[in-house]
């Protein structure tokens, strides 16, 4: 679906990923359209590894003890909301929970080939309050990946908690591409 629609879109195109996102543009990227990456609080696992062995070299945060596995799916439970978007008004929270994917119980364990950061400018938006990806595993991505590092103060979803701090990374980056 990804490939489909960057060969229909002129390029250079930014790819911006969210949490397990970062894992999609990571692969994604590494098409000749694209032409920079923008990490949100996000995964950025390299060739030869699985977004669950990123996430294992770091502490385990506290979302974990807020989910249900049930259907072949992991669900967040109610409780687990103020660890994923505790700095939203509550009844925004609310339709974060309503609202939210409900990823399948291997995804994170699924092999993704192609690292774009390697070879593509990166922006790394850091999520220094985020409970959901741990914020070291972030800034180590953002440095691993020489990226242009952004931390701001923010749960794990800065493109609603700050969405004008997160609108100007993602110019910035588009900006470069005017270079």
């Known amino acids: 679906c990804v490939n489909f629609t960057l060969n229909h879109v002129p390029g250079p195109i930014v790819l911006v990923g969210h949490s397990y996102g970062g894992t999609l543009i990571t692969k994604a990227g590494t098409h000749d359209r694209v032409g920079a990456l923008v990490y949100i609080a996000a995964l950025a696992p390299d060739e030869d590894e699985t977004s669950q062995e990123q996430q294992d070299k770091f502490p385990r945060t506290p979302i974990f003890e807020h989910v249900d596995v049930a259907d072949g799916r992991v669900w967040l439970k109610p409780s687990g909301v103020p660890h994923f978007c505790g700095d939203l008004p509550e009844a925004e929270q609310k339709l974060v929970l309503a609202t939210g994917a409900v990823p399948v119980t291997d995804l994170f364990n699924q092999q993704v080939p192609g690292t774009a950061w390697r ?34 103060d923010s749960s794990h979803v800065p493109m609603l908690s700050h969405p004008d701090f997160v609108l100007d990374v993602i110019r910035e980056a588009a900006k470069s591409l005017d270079a």
């Open 119 to 152: 070879t593509k400018p990166s922006w790394y938006i850091v999520a220094n309050n985020d409970h959901t990806v741990h914020p070291d595993l972030e800034r180590s991505a953002a440095e691993r990946m020489g990226a242009n590092i952004h931390p701001v």
